[in-house]
Every structure is written in C-alpha cells, then in structure tokens.
C-alpha cells in the first residue's frame, strides 16, 4: 500500500501521550496514529453522532463552579439509583 505523510500540531500533553503508548506497547508512532485514525473515521461512520463524546469539554467559569460545587457536595443518590447499583430493576 502505497504510504503518504501528514503533519499536524499537537498538544504537548498529547504528544506525551503518544510517546509513553508507543514505547510501553512495542509499536511505531505511524502504525499507532493511523490506527487510531482509522478506528476514529470508522466510529464518526458508523455510530450516532449524539453518542460520541468529545475528548475535550470545555466549560464556562460559572459550569465550572457547579460541577465543582456537585464534586465537593454531592446529592444524595434516589431510590431508583440505590436500587439499580444494587442490582435490582428500577421501577
């Protein structure tokens, strides 16, 4: 198969990412990228667009304080929830 380059900027973070994969895996950097960009078309192809998660959220001040908020005080978890984690069916 006849073989192309690309070039992309990346995130520091992510090239760290990339490297740490790629030398505990055994695997080269190309054949590592391109199967995850295979594997990222054939999900954008195949599942609903409301499925996929992005990797990155970004959130304003004032979202970012009410999930810290939840995280520092969560609520208490509902019947349905207390049931359903403890295996039973919620009704």
């Known amino acids: 198969m ?3 380059q690309l070039s992309a900027s990346v995130s520091e973070t992510t090239k760290e990412l990339v490297e740490r994969y790629v030398e505990a895996h055994g695997v080269k ?3 590592f990228i391109e199967q995850a960009l295979l594997h990222h078309l054939q999900a954008l192809r195949e599942l609903p667009a409301d499925l996929l998660t992005p990797p990155r959220i970004v959130v304003g001040q004032e979202t970012f304080e009410r999930v810290a908020d939840l995280t520092r005080h969560p609520r208490k978890p509902t019947k349905a929830l207390r049931e359903l984690m403890g ?4 009704r």
């Open 2 to 4: 006849a073989e192309t």
């Open 29 to 31: 950097r190309g054949h």
């Open 87 to 90: 295996g039973k069916k919620a």
